[in-house]
């Protein structure tokens, strides 16, 4: 509980202008007739809590959180070469010292090979999200992995443009993003197999478990691409939710069943798309959408759905 000075004047009830404001409740109650004059009141404390001054100034916070994708995290230092903080400008020879402060902290930045090393990784990084549409918070996922490899050391010897790509890969599988290998290959200069080999590295010397990717993530995908309703949709993924009760999902390509589904419940729903223009849309073969379509309609039995 703490006292409440200046966010009412008077009680509307007795007069009184007494009153305590509940942090916990977010209300102002008189202190005098007990009446809730206030709810809903904003917290303009901190969300934890320090019993020590030491613990208190060790918390306090400045500045924006660090963000992993950014090669300082965004905690950089801006030096004002033409005027101080009060705007006035700066004599002639302060203005030369700062201009020296300000070359050598741009200097000492450049000079370690790991800034080196992550100023272009993340420029890397972040003109691959760009081309694929990644969301920020799969961005920074990546950044940390590749983090992590270069503390490992992982990234000695090896292509810089092929761990962001492999980091990248990895981030979207932790995150159940919807983007495949080839996707982001496409997007990068380096080779499949590349790619691919520094992807596997990053598993096994980080000792990452990746989730098993379904084929639901890649329905709404697939089917945005196509141009298919979206009753067609919904139909797919019974059509899965139905395949996998059934273990006929198992050991077999997501996107290859998801496109399956699709072009099986199109052709069920009477919509007129081609196996071609699905496959497209997943970036398989026709032969695939065949033969998942097959073991499909051997396991799920699409008149009861």
Not at 123 to 141: A, D, M, R, W
Not at 152 to 158: N, T
Not at 230 to 254: F, H, S
Request: glycine share 6%; aromatic share 4%; with cysteine.
């Amino acid at each position: 509980m703490a006292q409440a000075t200046k966010l009412r004047t008077k009680c509307p009830e007795c007069g009184s202008s007494d009153f305590i404001l509940d942090d916990e409740m977010g209300e102002l109650v008189c202190k005098a007739c007990g009446l809730v004059v206030g709810e809903k009141a904003m917290s303009e404390g901190p969300e934890w809590r320090a019993f020590t001054r030491e613990e208190k100034e060790s918390r306090a916070r400045v500045g924006p959180p660090a963000e992993y994708s950014h090669y300082d995290k965004g905690l950089y230092t801006s030096i004002e070469v033409t005027r101080d903080a009060f705007g006035r400008p700066l004599s002639p020879e302060v203005r030369r010292q700062m201009w020296r402060l300000k070359r050598w902290n741009v200097r000492s930045k450049m000079h370690a090979s790991h800034d080196r090393n992550l100023m272009q990784a993340m420029n890397e990084l972040e003109l691959l999200s760009e081309k694929l549409h990644i969301p920020p918070h799969v961005k920074e996922t990546a950044a940390l992995i590749y983090r992590k490899a270069l503390n490992e050391d992982l990234v000695r010897g090896r292509s810089i443009p092929a761990i962001v790509a492999a980091s990248l890969h990895a981030a979207c599988r932790i995150t159940k993003t919807p983007k495949t290998l080839r996707e982001i290959v496409e997007a990068t200069t380096r080779s499949e197999k590349e790619v691919s080999r520094c992807y596997r590295i990053i598993l096994r010397s980080l000792k990452m478990k990746m989730p098993i990717d379904s084929p639901l993530d890649y329905v709404l995908k697939i089917a945005e691409k196509a141009g298919v309703s979206g009753e067609v949709q919904g139909l797919a993924v019974k059509i899965l939710r139905e395949a996998k009760v059934n273990r006929a999902v198992a050991g077999k390509d997501p996107t290859g069943l998801a496109a399956a589904a699709v072009y099986l419940a199109s052709e069920f729903k009477g919509e007129k798309i081609t196996q071609k223009k699905i496959a497209e849309a997943a970036e398989v073969t026709e032969v695939t959408i065949r033969k998942r379509k097959g073991e499909l309609v051997k396991k799920v039995n699409l008149a009861a759905l």
